[in-house]
C-alpha cells in the first residue's frame, strides 16, 4: 500500500475546499476527492446574494472558478475519482474510489446534499431561471412578484413565511387535504393575506420562454390542470445527504445526515464532516465555508495529539 495520508477531503464543495485551504495552511499532507467539477452546489446555481463581501447579485459560476482558482494557486490538485467505499482497521481508513484504494488516518466528509426534485420535463432547464429549491438562497429575487411553493411540510411552510415578506403574492401548492407542518407554523401562515394555499394539487409542467412565467397544475381528484402565473417557483420536498459511504461508520440522524460535535467530529474519531452532509441549522454557502476551516483545524489538533473534545 502506499503512503498513508494524514488526511483525505471527499468533495470539493465550498466546505471541502475551505477544509483543503486550511489543511494546505496547517502543513497536512492530504488528498482532496471530487468526482466531477470543483463547486458543488455552486454549479447548479445562478446568482448568490447572500455571502457577505461579494455584493448583490454574484455569479454563481464565477465563485465556482474562484474556489477552483484558489486550489490552483495553493498547489492543491484534487482527485477526479469518485469514492465509493470507506473502512477502518487498526485506527487506519481505506479509502476505494472508482479507480484505485488510498489510506488515511482522518477523513473529511465534505459530500454535501441535494435538494429533491419533482422530476419535471423542464425542470432542470428553469432551475436558477425561476426554479429554486432555497428561498433564503435566492428569495431577494423575486421582491413584489408573484411566486410558488410545492410542499407542505414545515420546510415548505418556513419558506413561504419567509417567501410572505419579500413576494407579492404566494401560493403553497400541496398535493395532500391538509399540511403535514407543526401546528405554530400553519397558524402563522393562515393569518397571511398574501398566502394561498392550494390543495390535493401538484406541479405538472414548468413554462414559459428564457425564464419561468408559469406552471401547469393537476387536481390530484379530479384530474382538471390550471395555469398558475408566477414568476417562481421553490421546491420544499426534502434534502438527500450524500453519505451512503459513510452510514455504516458514523452516526446519522433521522434523515440520512452526519451527526456531529461542534468541532465537526463525528461519532467516530477518524471521520469528521462539515457542510451540508452534517446535521446543521442553516445550510448555506457561508456557513459550509466556516465549517470546513473548522473541521481542518480540529483535525490539524487531532493529529498532532493535542485536540480536546468538547
Known amino acids: 500500500m502506499k503512503n498513508i495520508k494524514e488526511l483525505i477531503i471527499v468533495g470539493a464543495g465550498i466546505a471541502g475546499v475551505s477544509a483543503a485551504v486550511y489543511a494546505k495552511r496547517s502543513g497536512l499532507d492530504f488528498l482532496i476527492f471530487e468526482p466531477s467539477a470543483v463547486g458543488g452546489q ?39 475519482e469518485k469514492v465509493a467505499k470507506i473502512s477502518h482497521q487498526d485506527e487506519i481508513l481505506n479509502i476505494d474510489t472508482d479507480k484505485g484504494i488510498y489510506q488515511a488516518k482522518v477523513v473529511i466528509a465534505a459530500t454535501g446534499a441535494s435538494f429533491t426534485r419533482l422530476g419535471l420535463e423542464q425542470e432542470a432547464e428553469f432551475t436558477g431561471k425561476g426554479i429554486s429549491y432555497c428561498a433564503v438562497c435566492d428569495g431577494f429575487f423575486f421582491k413584489g412578484k408573484d411566486v410558488a411553493v410545492v410542499g407542505g411540510g414545515n420546510t415548505a411552510v418556513e419558506e413561504a ?13 400541496h398535493r395532500r387535504d391538509k399540511l403535514r407542518a407543526l401546528e405554530y407554523l400553519q397558524k402563522q401562515l393562515l393569518a397571511k393575506d398574501n398566502v394561498e394555499i392550494i390543495y390535493n394539487s401538484i406541479v405538472v409542467k414548468p413554462q414559459g420562454q428564457q425564464f419561468l412565467e408559469s406552471v401547469l397544475i393537476e387536481d390530484v381528484l379530479t384530474k382538471n390542470k390550471r395555469r398558475l402565473d408566477l414568476n417562481g417557483l421553490f421546491i420544499a420536498i426534502g434534502i438527500s445527504p450524500a453519505t451512503e459511504v459513510f452510514k455504516e461508520l458514523v452516526s446519522l440522524d433521522d434523515k440520512g445526515f452526519i451527526i456531529t460535535d461542534e468541532e465537526m467530529k463525528s461519532s467516530l474519531d477518524l471521520i469528521w464532516a462539515c457542510g451540508d452532509c452534517r446535521r446543521r441549522p442553516l445550510k448555506q454557502l457561508i456557513t459550509a465555508a466556516s465549517e470546513g476551516a473548522v473541521a481542518a483545524i480540529s483535525v490539524y489538533k487531532y493529529l498532532k495529539g493535542y485536540y480536546i473534545s468538547v
Open 42 to 80: 455552486l454549479l447548479s446555481m445562478q446568482a448568490i446574494d447572500n455571502y457577505v463581501g461579494l455584493g448583490l447579485e454574484a455569479k454563481a459560476s464565477q465563485m465556482a472558478e474562484n474556489l477552483a482558482q484558489t486550489l490552483k494557486d495553493l498547489d492543491i490538485h484534487p482527485v477526479n
Open 161 to 173: 413565511l419567509y417567501l410572505s415578506q419579500i413576494a407579492r403574492k404566494v401560493t403553497l401548492v
